[in-house]
């Protein structure tokens, strides 16, 4: 029911800056929980950040720590769009990025707490 389109992949150098889109369609955008996965070749799929409504709050956003610092995570209720900017990009951030949604309530950190997904986008990051 609900689609995730994403967008802005691509081969960047170390030290450069990249932003990810995705957009969703087939539901309420503003209801979910959004957040961005990772997977390197080889790997488990990692957290990398997530965006939230919280009662009483303005959004609210978590970050890897790996990420922090120079990740930014945010969304565009408006154009039912979320947005993965990244700085300062380094070798080791290679990986395919993946959009996900959940309408549930839990830690945000596990992918299996994602019920919808992108279809991924590759950065690669060269030395």
């Known amino acids: 029911q609900v689609q995730l389109v994403e967008s802005g992949g691509g081969l960047v150098q170390a030290g450069g800056s990249l932003r990810l889109s995705c957009a969703a369609s087939?539901?309420?955008?503003?209801?979910?929980?959004m957040a961005w996965f990772r997977q390197a070749s080889g790997k488990d799929r990692e957290f990398v950040a997530s965006?939230?409504?919280?009662?009483?709050?303005?959004?609210?956003?978590s970050y890897a720590n790996s990420t922090k610092g120079r990740f930014t995570i945010s969304r565009d209720d408006a154009k039912n769009t979320v947005y993965l900017q990244m700085n300062s990009l380094k070798p080791e951030d290679t990986a395919v990025y993946f959009c996900?949604?959940?309408?549930?309530?839990?830690?945000?950190?596990?992918?299996?707490?994602?019920?919808?997904w992108g279809q991924g986008t590759q950065v690669i990051v060269s030395s």
């Open positions: 087939g539901g309420s955008f503003s209801m979910y929980t």
């Open positions: 965006i939230r409504r919280r009662s009483g709050s303005p959004y609210y956003t």
């Open positions: 996900a949604a959940t309408t549930h309530w839990g830690t945000f950190l596990s992918p299996d707490e994602y019920a919808y």
